[in-house]
């Protein structure tokens, strides 16, 4: 694949940051392309969504989606929410990634937020929530460590 | 009548009976009753910082989540639904671009309940990780099929 320098990938950051476009923030990468990430704005939170999609099937009994693409997206809204809020110098990279399976995640829409629970010089800590149509209800939760610098 | 847990066979159950595994390509590389090894090729659809090319965490997460299930059944010789509870992922250092992962797992624990895994993902050798896992998985998840049979039947369907 041809790679951007690091330049023009934090400036194409920046710029989405200035238009608030999240979702050229989403288009910059592949793999959130792939899961088809949108980012949804409101008054006073960011929520991520995947769309209902047949190849996200773990299990086509029940059926559930895979529970590492349920993972993937927590890891991406986590991302995606620092990209946003932050100050970056660079792509924050993951340390740990630790995630509770709550309930098995029907092949439908999943929804995702973030919080950021320290905000370190060096070390973000982060909290993820995902669910699907009912938000009381959470399919599972995440706890992220981030490298931010 | 052919051992159920020949490479082949097991195969043909993940590109049958868990579609999003098909999707990634995902393949068996070896298995036995104490450690299965399942290998992710390279794919740009996968990368996750378009300025180096490497992979996200994520889909390592995957691999890392279907290897560490596919112990368990291995260990036990049998495809019982089963739901995975926990699973922590340490990133070591990061995967390489252009290059295949490969995760290996062991189930170092089973109760009549609840099975527990080790897992780590690597390019060369499990010597030299990319990132470690543990994880937990409920047994008897659910009264439905096992993924034998949702194989079985899916392949029959189509």
Known sequence: ?149 | MSNAFDITQIQNIIDVGIPHCSDIGVKVESLNDDAVVMRLPYDTRFVGNPVSGVLHGGIVTTLIDTTSGMCIYAKLQKYLPIATLDLRIDYLKSAEPGRDVLARATCYKLTRQIAFVRAVAYHDTADDPIANSVSTFMLHSTPTKSLDKVSKEMREKS
């Open chain 1, 1 to 149: 694949m041809n790679t951007q320098s690091s330049e023009d990938f934090l400036k194409a950051i920046l710029e989405a940051k200035e238009n608030r476009d999240w979702n050229a923030i989403a288009g910059l990468i592949p793999y959130f392309s792939y899961l088809g990430v949108e980012i949804r704005e409101t008054e006073d939170e960011l929520i991520c969504s995947i769309p209902r999609n047949k190849r996200f099937t773990g299990n086509p009994t029940l059926p559930a989606i895979h529970g590492g693409v349920v993972g993937a997206f927590m890891e991406s809204t986590a991302l995606v929410h620092l990209l946003i809020t932050q100050e970056i110098t660079q792509l924050p990279k993951i340390i740990t990634f630790t995630i509770d399976y709550l309930r098995s995640a029907k092949v439908d829409a999943c929804f995702a937020e973030a919080i950021i629970t320290k905000p370190g010089r060096r070390v973000a800590n982060m909290r993820v929530r995902a669910w699907q149509k009912d938000r009381s209800k959470p399919i599972a939760t995440a706890n992220a460590n981030f490298l931010v610098s």
